[in-house]
């Protein structure tokens, strides 16, 4: 079976057309399938014997990666594999939002995502931004080491930047004190973090007020 087959009952040209335009840099083309039903079909895969040609073959590759039941340390060679393959904003954001860590691989987890933040490649270093702000909570402990490496990461390369806004955002409306972080990145990021937080419905609170 080829991807073509699998997506076949489930394509939405006018989705396709929509999605691709949320995604401007991507460089595959679209078949219009849904998430939720990416996310289904990565369930009831054993395998991934499939070519990359569109981009959802990238979003059910990471699906089916986040979804496989094998510990994490046996992750970790397909999550590099996945690495080259990411060129769009939700081919990273909908992997990072998938993994989630079990409590006797937490070490394991932080320590591959965590270096992530000083990748070169854009992409790469969103995944890590991202992943670790999608899973804070397990690693409150580590809060201040985060916010550290995130605002060290910040770039003007435009996914970088809004990534490093949106964790800081999420951070300050877990822990106020965050606004010191907030103000070590550069104007450009600081006044994204700044605007991610006036939406948020969830604080009243905005720095600098």
């Known amino acids: 079976m080829d991807t073509e087959t699998l997506y076949r009952q489930y394509e939405e040209r006018d989705y396709a057309l929509f999605s691709a ?17 990416l996310r289904k079909l990565a369930k009831g895969l054993d395998e991934f014997p499939f070519e990359i040609k569109y981009h959802e073959d990238v979003l059910l590759r990471g699906f089916w990666i986040a979804s496989r039941k094998i510990p994490f340390k046996d992750k970790i060679a397909l999550l590099e594999s996945q690495f080259p393959l990411l ?107 700044e605007q991610k937080i006036r939406d948020s419905r969830r604080t009243k609170d905005k720095p600098g007020t």
């Open 21 to 37: 335009k949320l995604t401007k840099n991507h460089d595959l083309p679209y078949r219009g399938i849904r998430i939720p039903t």
């Open 87 to 193: 060129s769009t904003w939700d081919e990273v954001d909908t992997l990072a939002s998938s993994l989630k860590p079990k409590k006797e691989e937490l070490d394991d987890f932080y320590n591959f995502f965590f270096p992530l933040l000083e990748d070169s490649r854009p992409m790469v270093r969103r995944l890590g931004i991202v992943t670790l702000m999608s899973t804070r909570k397990f690693f409150d402990d580590k809060r201040e080491e985060m916010l550290d490496a995130i605002v060290k990461a910040d770039s003007d390369e435009y996914y970088v930047s809004m990534a490093v806004a949106w964790a800081l955002s999420f951070f300050y409306i877990d822990h106020s004190d965050t606004e010191k972080w907030i103000t070590s990145v550069s104007p450009t990021t600081r006044k994204r973090t």
